[in-house]
Every structure is written in structure tokens, then in C-alpha cells.
């Protein structure tokens, strides 16, 4: 395969995730992967955008994000139509670290959902999710502002609530009682916020960043947690200023 690659190509990447041994960035899995061979032009998609509804050409905007805004240009100019508007961005650590952790915040907001709570619940988690997000992502190298645009909070409100959300039927489904073994093997598409739930908890750990969402997730899906008890957990945590 590696002797099918060429320097000139643009890697277009749209995958999401954390490698749980490495808890590197796919943009890092790929360079490491070639750093042998040349350095990559690297541009990852990602944003608000289930699948289903692409295909039915619905509109829609993401992201195109390159540490060369000429390569994001390229992808950009590629891809557009008139249902399809994608905008560039140089923060490729904030795009990805968003793209992967909003995942995890899925399945707690699912989770919630699955206890019957309601909209107050689900707004204070997405939104205390997305700080979640906006400390790692800064202490890796990216920037907070990319959190609030739409690879941040746009496909974190998209993951978090929409129907098609595999994450969030995960969380859902564990809210309602049942375990992750028997919801996942009935699936035909992948939760990806099971296994970056775990990256993300060895992550934050080793960066020391505070991510109590995540680290609640990560002890749900493999402590056996039950959602109420995070719940009770995380609203019983010691009182402190918003910023």
C-alpha cells in the first residue's frame, strides 16, 4: 500500500478518534505511520454532518482543517456544492480533539436522556461537556475558539441530540438499564465514543486536565458505573466559579 503513495497527494481524512495505546490524533497515526518515507498533506473533514442526510443531499456545512490553509483550500474547492458548504480552518488539534471527545459527550447526554431527565439535565452536560473539550483541546496545542465553531459545538449539538446519533443510543440505551455488551452487539454501525472513552480518560490523565464527563463515561462503560450514580457524582462535585 505505502508504495501506491505519493509526496503531491492530499490525505483527506474523516475519521474520529483517539488510538487508545498512542492516544494520538489520526492526523499523528498518519504521520507516523509515513514520517519514514515523506511528510504528509494532511486535511481532516469533520463537523456536523450524519451520513444519512448527506447522502439525501441535504445541506450542510463542515470543516476542511490543514496546518497549510492552501491544502484545505484545495479539499475545499473539491468538495463544495451547493448543498455541501465547507469552510477551512489551521487548528487541526482543536478539530480532531473536538471530533473525538463529542463523542463521549454523546453517550452521557444519552445516557441522561435515558433516565428520563430533560432538557435542563442535557443542557448543562452539553455545555459543561464542551469546556471538557476546550481544556483538552487547548492543552494539547489548539485553540479555544475552534470549540465554538463547527467542529466544536456545531457536531457536539448534532451528536448529542440527534435521532441518528450512534453514541447517543449507546448512552440511552445504558440509561434504560441495559449493558454495553448486549447494546453494541445488536448494532451494525460503530459507537465510536466507546473506545475514544477510553483514550480519553488515559489522555486527560496523563495531561493532568480535569474531564469529570469523560472520566464518568470511561467508569460507566468499563467500571461498571451506573448513569445515576455519575449523575449524583457529578452534581455533587465541589461548587466553583464557571470560568
Known amino acids: 500500500m505505502l508504495g501506491l503513495l505519493r509526496p503531491q497527494m492530499i490525505f483527506v481524512n474523516s475519521t474520529k478518534g483517539i488510538e487508545i495505546e498512542t492516544q494520538m490524533r489520526m492526523e499523528e497515526v498518519i504521520r507516523d505511520v509515513l514520517h519514514d518515507h515523506f511528510e504528509p498533506r494532511y486535511v481532516a473533514l469533520s463537523g456536523p454532518s450524519f451520513a444519512q442526510e448527506v447522502a439525501r443531499d441535504e445541506p450542510c456545512a463542515i470543516v476542511a482543517a490543514s496546518h497549510s490553509i492552501a491544502w484545505a483550500t484545495k479539499v475545499q474547492e473539491a468538495f463544495s456544492t451547493s448543498r455541501f458548504r465547507i469552510y477551512t480552518n489551521n487548528d487541526v ?11 463521549v459527550m454523546a453517550i452521557a447526554t444519552g445516557a441522561v436522556n435515558g433516565l428520563g431527565l430533560g432538557y435542563n439535565s442535557s443542557a448543562a452536560l452539553v455545555t459543561r461537556g464542551l469546556a471538557e ?18 467542529a466544536g459545538m456545531g457536531d457536539l449539538v448534532l451528536t448529542c441530540f440527534g435521532n441518528l446519533s450512534r453514541n447517543r443510543h449507546v448512552g440511552f440505551e445504558l440509561g434504560r438499564g441495559r449493558k454495553l455488551e448486549e447494546i453494541t452487539g445488536e448494532m451494525r454501525e460503530v459507537a465510536e465514543g ?6 480519553a480518560h488515559l489522555l486527560s490523565t496523563r495531561l493532568n486536565v480535569e474531564m469529570p464527563i469523560a472520566s464518568g463515561v470511561y467508569q460507566m462503560l468499563y467500571e461498571e458505573k451506573s448513569p445515576r450514580e455519575l449523575m449524583i457524582e457529578l452534581m455533587e462535585r465541589p461548587l466553583k466559579s464557571e470560568r
Open 194 to 199: 466507546v473506545k475514544t472513552a477510553r483514550a
Open 133 to 150: 473539550m476546550t481544556r483538552l483541546a487547548v492543552k494539547l496545542g489548539g485553540r479555544a475558539e475552534t470549540l465554538s465553531g463547527l
Open 93 to 103: 488539534i482543536g478539530v480532531e480533539t473536538a471530533a473525538a471527545i463529542k463523542n
